[in-house]
């Protein structure tokens, strides 16, 4: 069982530009260049990245995604109290 996750995310207000951005990375840009220049969180200045959390470190709908999904892959959007992620599955163990 998965018990810590290392993931990255992109954090913004509405999900038109949550679904635009995911567009992007899935054209082949850069996962953290977008996070730095449109992300609200303030892990933005590392480029989205959240480092390592267990279970019941993060909001439900956002640790429910980012145990559930595959490692390497990009989800989203997904919606929480703080707006709507994009999230970048780093690593698992």
């Not at 996750?5 to 509405?14: D, K, Q, Y």
């Not at 992620?85 to 698992?92: A, G, M, N, P, S």
């Amino acid at each position: 069982m998965v018990s810590k996750v290392n993931a990255a995310h992109i954090l913004v207000s509405g999900e038109g530009k949550a679904k635009e951005l995911l567009g992007r990375i899935q054209k082949g840009e850069a996962f953290g260049k977008l996070a730095q220049e449109f992300s609200e969180c303030p892990s933005k200045r590392r480029g989205g990245d959240l480092g390592w959390f267990g279970r019941g470190q993060m909001v439900r709908e956002f640790e429910k995604v980012a145990f559930e999904g595959e490692k390497g892959s990009v989800v989203g959007p997904i919606k929480t109290q703080f707006g709507w992620h994009i999230i970048k599955i780093l690593d698992k163990k």
